[in-house]
């Protein structure tokens, strides 16, 4: 508490995205990761193991793959492709709702919960545009 005070030791918070943003922007692919289509024409996720010291040291105790593999379902994998192709997060919510039948509201909430739950698992980012980081400063 008091070094939090004097502003010592303290963590960087990371910085929040509005609404408006998260809309303008692109979710843009971790390169760490691979994404690929399977034969069944499905997005799978491949995850490398961590590559550091303790997980290194417990791989030699117990089995830990090289890498995660996730395959996603048809939306996950409509999803995907349209990451790859650079979609805004405002088109891709306006796809989802005209191919999917539903109403706009369902597509976004849906849809911005899917990108977060990707992105807290580091699969993902956000790329916002430069003129609405301008317009907060």
């Known amino acids: 508490p008091v ?3 004097l502003g010592l030791f303290k963590s960087r918070s990371k910085p929040r995205l509005t609404k ?26 491949e995850i490398p193991r961590r590559e550091e010291w303790w997980v290194r040291a417990l791989s030699r105790v117990f089995y830990t793959p090289e890498k995660r593999t996730i395959a996603l379902d048809e939306v996950g994998t409509t999803v995907g492709q349209m990451i790859e192709e650079g979609t805004t997060v405002q088109t891709m919510i306006g796809r989802l709702a005209k191919t999917y039948k539903l109403n706009r509201r369902e597509a976004e ?7 977060r739950t990707l992105a807290k698992k580091n699969l993902i980012g956000f790329e916002i ?3 609405r980081l301008e317009k907060r400063q």
């Open 3 to 5: 070094l939090d005070m």
């Open 20 to 45: 408006d943003d998260l809309l303008a922007s692109r979710a843009v692919l971790n390169q760490a990761v691979v994404w690929k289509l399977n034969d069944e024409q499905m997005m799978q996720v």
């Open 109 to 115: 909430a849906s849809l911005i919960a899917y990108l």
């Open 129 to 131: 545009p430069r003129s």
